[in-house]
T-cell receptor
Framework: SQQGEEDPQALSIQEGENATMNCSYK?????LQWYRQNSGRGLVHLIL?????REKHSGRLRVTLDTSKKSSSLLITASRAADTASYFC?????????????FGKGTLLTVNP | DTAVSQTPKYLVTQMGNDKSIKCEQN?????MYWYKQDSKKFLKIMFS???????INETVPNRFSPKSPDKAHLNLHINSLELGDSAVYFC???????????FGSGTRLTVV
């Protein structure tokens, strides 16, 4: 399976702390994306990193990509209670017009006030 | 302004019934998708359409039939519903240039 695997499955931290989630995948990618899903809602796109990039930032988010290890990490700095959600990595392994994302099982992040 | 809208949000139905879920996007995207999220939150692609043309059809029972009347709409019809079809179904859209997806808010289907 090409499916990404997030680690840990669940993470509980205090407000103000940093949260780090990891994602590993098995086959080469075009890009890797991170999404957030609040309970009972749809997924929201957070950040996309291409296979030739190593690091990207967006506000309090920092994503790294190591294609040699087939892994990525998402760091959320200075976490807030509103960051409580499930976080998914999604990988694009597709070629041509068969664009699709393959999602991992997610990390459930709980930020305690 | 809802970018990707799905209806209905909740659907409770009996085994054996036929039901449809509708999806519309106003983003001008050229590609639309259906994903199924199971009770363990695992998301699996079912179909994708690019400009009304079926591009991806994963291993999905042929009781599931997508229809795209135009590139802004992608509907999902399910025949002879089974208990195992209970899940949250998400519609999403994107541009084909490998950008991020925009998801709808999901349809929670419960088959009883």
């Amino acid at each position: 399976s090409q499916q990404g695997e997030e680690d840990p499955q669940a993470l509980s931290i205090q407000e103000g702390e940093n949260a780090t989630m990891n994602c590993s995948y098995k086959t080469s990618i075009n890009n890797l994306q991170w999404y957030r899903q609040n309970s009972g809602r749809g997924l929201v796109h957070l950040i996309l990193i291409r296979s030739n990039e190593r690091e990207k930032h967006s506000g309090r988010l920092r994503v790294t990509l190591d294609t040699s290890k087939k892994s990525s990490s998402l760091l959320i700095t200075a976490s807030r209670a509103a960051d409580t959600a499930s976080y998914f990595c999604a990988t694009d392994h597709s070629g041509g017009s068969n664009y699709k994302l393959t999602f991992g099982k997610g990390t459930l992040l709980t930020v305690n006030p | 302004d809802t970018a990707v809208s799905q209806t209905p949000k909740y659907l409770v139905t009996q085994m054996g019934n036929d039901k449809s879920i509708k999806c519309e996007q106003n983003l001008g995207h050229d590609t639309m998708y259906w994903y199924k999220q199971d009770s363990k939150k695992f998301l699996k692609i079912m179909f994708s359409y690019n400009n009304k043309e079926l591009i991806i059809n994963e291993t999905v029972p042929n009781r599931f039939s997508p229809k795209s009347p135009d590139k802004a709409h992608l509907n999902l019809h399910i025949n002879s519903l089974e208990l195992g079809d209970s899940a949250v179904y998400f519609c999403a859209s994107s541009l084909l240039d490998r950008a991020g997806y925009t998801f709808g808010s999901g349809t929670r289907l419960t088959v009883v």
